[in-house]
Nanobody
Framework: QAQLVESGGGLVQAGGSLRLSCAAS????????MGWFRQAPGKQRELVAT???????NYADSVKGRFTISRDYAKNTVYMQMNSLKPEDTAVYYC?????????WGKGTLVTVSS
């Protein structure tokens, strides 16, 4: 069964950095769009960043210049490097694989940024 497992979340002070990982099992990366989303308490889930199979990336305005999404086909893993973290980045971060009409979500990893 295909699944995605996020890791790398934790508690960090404002201005700090974290690197999130999303490892896929039961499915190999192909022509998929991989994305990171986040959901803060009391708010709707929002798109943070996406990356296509060709390496094209897209970012939410709120994270441009601070976050970088990347993917490693050999490791079947997607990453997100998060720098200059702010308290408003506090959320549960989810990764998603989109292949046509199919979406696979991970269970999320919590990022908490203290001021």
């Amino acid at each position: 069964q295909a699944q995605l497992v996020e890791s790398g979340g934790g508690l960090v002070q404002a201005g700090g950095s974290l690197r999130l990982s999303c490892a896929a099992s039961g499915i190999m990366f192909r022509n998929d769009i991989m994305g990171w989303f986040r959901q803060a308490p009391g708010k709707q889930r929002e798109l943070v960043a996406t990356i296509t199979s060709g390496g094209s990336t897209n970012y939410a305005d709120s994270v441009k210049g601070r976050f970088t999404i990347s993917r490693d086909y050999a490791k079947n893993t997607v990453y997100m490097q998060m720098n200059s973290l702010k308290p408003e980045d506090t959320a549960v971060y989810y990764c998603k694989l989109n292949r046509g009409s199919m979406d696979i979500w991970g269970k999320g990893t919590l990022v908490t940024v203290s001021s």
